[in-house]
């Protein structure tokens, strides 16, 4: 996301009832994954699901991109269902010595916007979104970004098909990203 | 003078490191001086600045440095700093450019570092003379078959004198096919509190922590697939047991390697590492052509951790290249760079550059681990009582094995051989009163055997 071309600003807004669903399963998703049910938040994936988070590259707005080896996407996350189940199973095996004493894990999120989807019985959706993390004694570090997610309806309800996550940071500043945006 | 006593901080025949080091500002600031503006630091590879005009800024030490490829093809690196009144002349991380110039008055500067424009110069200025108002060169900056590398020190060893023994453990990842080495993608930064030292050296031969302060990670990396095997590094899962046979560390100060020698077991970390298999195993050949038995049967596809002092670490099979640059005493900026052979088909390229994603990129499943250690070991040191406490690094001290490449071998992975050599030559630059002193003076003296150390069978 170095210089995004920003997306026409976008489409058709979905029934109130649909996006106050949104706005409640997101919330829902974010209580899941604060209280480190990470087997629950699975289940709230499609099979296909992709989760990427692009890096936020300092380059000039009109950088000619040349024959470097430099650039190209360059992802923190590039994942699917089993690359998160994998990431989820590490969490969960007691042995990650970084989350013991754990990790306190507050999600906000906030400036959602619910449009109709490319796919049908499909919504994309923005959200603003921050996340605090409080480990040790003084140890708080706040990520705050966007998503932009692909939820679709399944029998069992919602299910995230695909989440972007943008976190306008070049240069990390915090131990790991070892969670879930 | 140094107010620190550089020969009782580090002692060698103890293998004991005073606390300070990691965590005292003033050692911090002489190590700038001694070490970051005298030794040889990565600063880019060409594959990144192919043509005229691309740059890529970095760091040597905390000194903002651009490198940039020059019209005349020349690669130079400046400081970027406005010669006028120091404000940075370049913001972006990398690019191509035809000038640098400053955002507070407008002095702009070629791709030579000369001065190239001044605002408004002829109704303002008598007495600008704009040769003596370049960019501030890095004194010496050198190639080393693609890796570019440069020092800020005027005189004393050549990038290939530096280098020494160290370039033929290199070779195996720069002249493993007619293509060599490319950096590829986007570097991944991240700042981690804790001294720069200690990433360092526990990249470069710390074998011992991998099975526990990695335990949560090394039970689910590689598991997807058929790529993992269980005994990585030849400690057993669950610390069962370890088997020091086979694989080696090897001190070639001032510089490290350690490496499996088993010629694939770099991949073992993969969830699918078929296809850069199958390109290490069909190139085999022509590196065994090229570089000899020893080179490419032992080294090539083995996990191989090539320590270049201070900073840099060259990393075959996890497949990166990491250079950590120091942010003060008590923080570190950890570059990591996917690292492929220029040849290997792009569906190869592709799966080590997702490897390096999931294992080190910032949101690596072992990349997590360290912060906690990294930030006591510096920050608990603030209590002058745990300052004076002293680290051990005593492991293998004495333990020889024969080897058939340059430098002096120890067995196994779980070593602690690299560790005590960085902070010899640590303790060896620190106290150089002169850049001519900062290698040692003959190569690789071996440590002596110690009576106790139990002979170690290497396969």
């Known amino acids: ?181 | 003078m140094s107010k620190f006593d550089y020969s009782k901080l580090v002692d060698k025949e103890e293998a004991l490191q005073e606390r300070s080091i990691f965590w005292d500002p003033g050692i911090h600031q002489e190590e700038l001086k001694q070490i970051f503006n005298r030794c040889w630091l990565f600063l880019a590879h060409e594959s990144q600045i192919p043509d005229p005009g691309d740059f890529i800024r970095t760091y040597m030490g905390e000194d903002d440095v651009i490198v940039v490829r020059g019209q005349d093809k020349q690669v130079r690196a400046f400081l970027n700093a406005c010669s006028h009144r120091g404000n940075k002349v370049c913001q972006a991380e990398w690019g191509q450019t035809r000038s640098f110039t400053c955002s507070y008055h407008g002095w702009s500067y070629d791709t030579s570092g000369r001065l190239a424009g001044v605002p408004l110069e002829e109704a303002i200025y008598d007495n600008l003379d704009r040769s003596r108002f370049g960019l501030a060169p890095v004194a010496r900056v050198e190639n080393y078959k693609g890796l570019i590398f440069g020092t800020f020190a005027e005189e004393g060893p050549s990038l290939a004198e530096y280098l020494g023994d160290a370039g033929w453990y290199l070779d195996v990842l720069l002249e493993a096919s007619p293509g060599g080495l490319e950096l590829i993608g986007t570097p991944y930064r991240v700042e981690v509190p804790g001294n720069w030292k200690l990433p360092v050296e526990n990249a470069i031969g710390d074998g011992y922590h991998v099975t526990w302060a990695h335990a949560g990670a090394m039970r689910v990396v590689g598991t997807l697939a058929s790529g993992r095997s269980e005994n990585v590094l030849g400690i057993g899962a669950e610390n069962s047991g370890v088997d020091l046979s086979g694989a080696v560390e090897i001190n070639i100060q001032p510089h490290t390697v350690l490496s499996s020698l088993d010629g694939q077991s770099g991949y073992a970390l993969y969830d699918h590492p078929e296809k850069v298999l199958e390109y290490v195993e069909q190139n085999r050949p022509d590196v065994v052509n090229r570089l000899g038995e020893v080179r490419g049967k032992k080294l090539y596809g083995s996990e191989t951790h090539i320590g270049i002092f201070p900073n840099l670490q060259v990393i075959q099979g996890l497949n990166f290249l990491r250079v950590v640059h120091p942010r003060g005493p008590g923080a570190f900026e950890v570059w990591t760079f996917a690292m492929v052979d220029k040849n290997m088909p792009t569906d190869a390229k592709e799966v080590i550059e997702k490897n390096v994603r999931s294992t080190f990129g910032p949101a690596g499943l072992l990349e997590g681990d360290d912060g906690d250690f990294t930030e006591a070991i510096t920050h608990s040191a603030a209590g002058y009582a745990t300052r004076k406490l002293k680290g051990w690094l005593g492991m293998g001290q004495g333990r020889k094995v024969p080897w058939d490449g340059p430098g002096e071998a120890s067995p196994g992975l779980v070593n602690e051989l690299c560790q005590r050599s960085f902070y010899e030559q640590w303790q060896r630059t620190m106290m150089a009163a002169s850049v001519h002193d900062i290698l040692p003076k003959s190569r690789a003296t071996a440590e002596p055997a110690v009576e106790s150390a139990r002979e170690v069978v290497n396969g």
């Open chain 1, 1 to 181: 996301m170095g210089n995004p071309e920003l997306r026409a600003a976008p489409r058709e807004e979905v029934p109130l009832d649909i996006a106050y669903r949104v706005e409640r399963f997101l919330a829902l998703e974010a209580r899941v994954l604060d209280e480190e049910r990470y087997s629950d938040w699975l289940t709230l994936l499609t099979e296909d699901v992709r989760y990427r988070m692009p890096i936020p590259r300092n380059t000039k707005r009109k950088n000619r991109l040349g024959k470097s080896t430099l650039g190209g996407e360059g992802l923190i996350y590039d994942e699917t269902l089993p690359t998160l189940r994998q990431r989820a199973m590490r969490e969960e095996t007691g042995l990650v010595w970084l989350n013991d004493p754990p990790t306190h894990h507050v999600r906000i999120i906030t400036n959602v916007e619910t449009f109709v989807g490319d796919q049908p019985d499909s919504y994309d959706v923005r959200s603003k979104f921050m996340l605090f993390r409080s480990r040790r004694d003084r140890d708080r570090i706040s990520h705050v970004g966007w998503r932009e997610d692909v939820l679709r309806e399944t029998a069992e309800g919602l299910r995230i098909a695909a989440r972007t996550v943008y976190l306008p940071e070049r240069v990390i500043t915090d131990k790991n990203l070892n969670t879930f945006f």
